[in-house]
């Protein structure tokens, strides 16, 4: 059965930071590309950033490139997102999702596509 676990969320103050886990299972890590997407209230979910562990390839959105990190431990098969000076746009539930393809296509796929997906852990950052 395929897992994937998000947890890290919570409440934090605009400039503060949050990493965020997903802990993947049933299925080869190394095959699939791990997303991170995000859903504000009243929003669409959006793409945020991706990793595919068996090269390294990574995408960040524009809204969080330089602020956001994405690493996987492939020892683990966890995927964490590193968030650094959050601000309360970045207010949402975070998911991570699992895709076979490469990352390079799910960044400019409609989220709708990824093959599996987790049940979001909240993050809400306050002014």
């Known amino acids: 059965e395929v897992q994937l676990v998000e947890s890290g969320g919570g409440l934090v103050q605009a400039g503060g930071s949050l990493r965020l886990s997903c802990a993947a299972s049933?299925?080869?890590?190394?095959?699939?590309?791990i997303g991170w997407f995000r859903q504000a209230p009243g929003k669409q979910r959006e793409g945020v950033s991706c990793?595919?562990?068996?090269?390294?390839?990574?995408y960040y959105s524009d809204s969080v490139e330089g602020r956001f990190t994405i690493s996987s431990d492939n020892a683990k098969n966890t995927v964490y997102l590193q968030m650094n000076s959050l601000e309360p746009e970045d207010t949402a539930v975070y998911y991570c999702?699992?895709?076979?393809?490469?990352?390079?296509?799910?960044?400019?796929?409609?989220?709708?596509?990824?093959?599996?997906w987790g049940k979001g852990t909240l993050v809400t950052v306050s002014s």
């Open positions: 990793i595919r562990s068996s090269d390294g390839s990574t």
């Open positions: 999702a699992a895709d076979s393809r490469e990352c390079t296509v799910v960044a400019v796929s409609p989220y709708y596509g990824m093959d599996y």
């Open positions: 049933g299925f080869t890590f190394d095959d699939y590309t």
